[in-house]
């Protein structure tokens, strides 16, 4: 066996390994083969857009991992589909601006009129009311990530299903299994269901991420260069793998309110993915017991937080240093 | 070669080839392997549903094919789904009623208020306005009837593309390609393409086939007995094959309106197909020359006018004998 295990080969997993790997460390990753919460994900890189609802240390955290990022994609080597070009938070009624202004003026964004907002997105609807251009808000293709971490990784990622801790005897061991943490640790994570779409056309119909409030309902549009666009998603606390009729019709609706050019996109892809949620919904990073360290629970912010997941759990596996980052953090805090 | 040769392999020509074989000829069906308008086809058995637009001969042979379902369900010998319920023709809005009423008073069927519509139908919109049962509109599940008569005729179905009548030698051709059948025979015909839903969830929220107009857009919803429940159409004069985020949410709109309760429901399949219209959108029945006899041009009745069409082709190939029923189908009067 390796010195260090990491159990589970998503965004998360994989980031935390290849740091080991570049630090000198005798690693293998253990990957269940289920495709994680990143094979559905947008992949928006946005600290701020979570701001409302969390905490000081949360968004520290995520506004490091955010500073991380364009370093990180270059590290990569490959094209992972980073883009800087910004995202446009929208507002499409007085109701739905009245809900995103609060967050708007803690942001000190500047207020965009609709005209100012058509100028920088032209496929804009009419109806949109108000938004703000935040170009700190990037995004970058998880699928990439991970295609490209696991071509750095080669055979150090191994197909295998961990069923309990006790079967990995490495000196170390670093849970990364999204949803599937709870089982092997009993850490309180639960799968929160988001159904995602994918659509494709000619590129050029968007610029930016959209993030919007529509009619009461929240959808991100996220346009890759390709011609890809991602629309998402739904957020139910529910286990299942379905895909339904109404879960499909809210993200179209509120993504063709918004941008009605879209109706002319084929829709190419209906995924289900399970967001790993704590009880706060912020992430359990550090040691759980002299053995294992926890990576998990990253809820919504899998991808963002991959690159300061790593460099943190890098740091605590081998000098034994407790970023200061990660205090808030700790699996032992439930 | 055998005596018959049937160019295309869905349910107009396998009905065709089942009937000639029925009567004692020798038929092969050449089958080009890609699945035609049956195979995303509802199988709405509707002869009135159309009678707005269409011209008496066509009503009358729409309603001998209706009157023939039936036995020819039954003469299949396997479950196909055949399913005589009925169907709700249904109005959301005073508008959509205004639009139905007139037809409805010409099929001479009593009008339902809400609630008593309610009673047929529980799951129904509290917003529906009025409907009409029709108990004469039934429906098959053509995918089920498609493979009954492969069953059938076994060996006799032979994968082939055909790519010109004069590579085919025998002595009677029937071309009952669909779309394909314009390359083949320089006839009119066009595709128009038609997106179509399926769902599925327990059996049991829906009992009969819904034809619905909701807010001035056309919908219908057909339960089968197995849980499944199709969504169509959209009528695009198109020829592409793009499942299209406008498509799928215009029908899970007018559907989710219409009965809430689909929301829940897994949405399983979106396809894509192309009737064959002509320029009357009725069919071409009859003979284009001594050797060649057609059967195409089904437009949206092809799973209907199945039955009738074997008849008929059966009758003029093995007898000499033109049915009444088709003299105004001829494909020579284009």
Not at 120 to 134: N, T
Not at 294 to 310: E, I, K, Q, S, W
């Amino acid at each position: 066996m390796s010195d260090v295990t990491v159990v589970g080969g998503g965004i998360v997993g994989l980031s935390v390994a290849w740091r080991l790997v570049q630090r000198g460390a005798d690693v293998t990753v253990l990957d269940g083969g289920d495709d994680g919460a990143w094979h559905v994900a947008a992949g928006m890189l946005a600290p701020g857009g979570e701001s409302e609802h969390e905490d000081p240390a949360l968004i520290r955290l995520l506004e490091r991992s955010a500073q991380l990022w364009p370093a990180y994609a270059k590290e990569l080597g490959v094209d992972v589909g980073y883009d800087d070009a910004g995202t446009l938070s929208l507002a499409m009624t007085a109701d739905d601006l009245a809900q995103r202004a609060r967050v708007w003026k803690r942001q000190e964004l500047a207020l965009l009129r609709p005209s100012e907002l058509r100028d920088l997105e032209p496929a804009l609807s009419p109806r949109v009311r108000a938004g703000v251009f935040d170009p700190r808000e990037t995004q970058v293709d998880p699928r990439k990530v991970v295609s490209a971490l696991r071509e750095k990784l080669g055979p150090r990622v191994v197909p295998k299903r961990v069923e309990a801790l006790s079967d990995v005897d490495s000196a170390t061991v670093v849970v990364a299994a999204g949803c599937g943490t709870a089982a092997l640790t009993g850490l309180p994570i639960r799968p929160v269901k988001g159904q995602v779409l994918r659509l494709r056309g000619e590129p050029g119909l968007l610029r930016h991420v959209l993030n919007a409030s529509v009619d009461g309902r929240e959808v991100y549009i996220v346009p890759r260069a390709d011609g890809e666009v991602v629309v998402g998603a739904t957020q139910e606390e529910r286990t299942d793998r379905l895909v339904t009729a109404g879960g499909v019709h809210e993200l179209l609706r509120a993504a063709l309110d918004l941008v009605p050019g879209l109706a002319e996109l084929e829709l190419t892809e209906t995924t289900v993915g399970h967001r790993p949620g704590t009880p706060d919904n912020a992430p359990l990073l550090g040691r759980l017991d002299d053995r294992v360290v926890v990576a998990a629970g990253h809820f919504r912010n899998g991808v963002l937080l991959a690159p300061v997941t790593a460099d943190i759990v890098a740091g605590l596996v081998l000098d034994g240093a407790d970023d200061p980052m990660s205090a808030d953090f700790s699996p032992r805090r439930f």
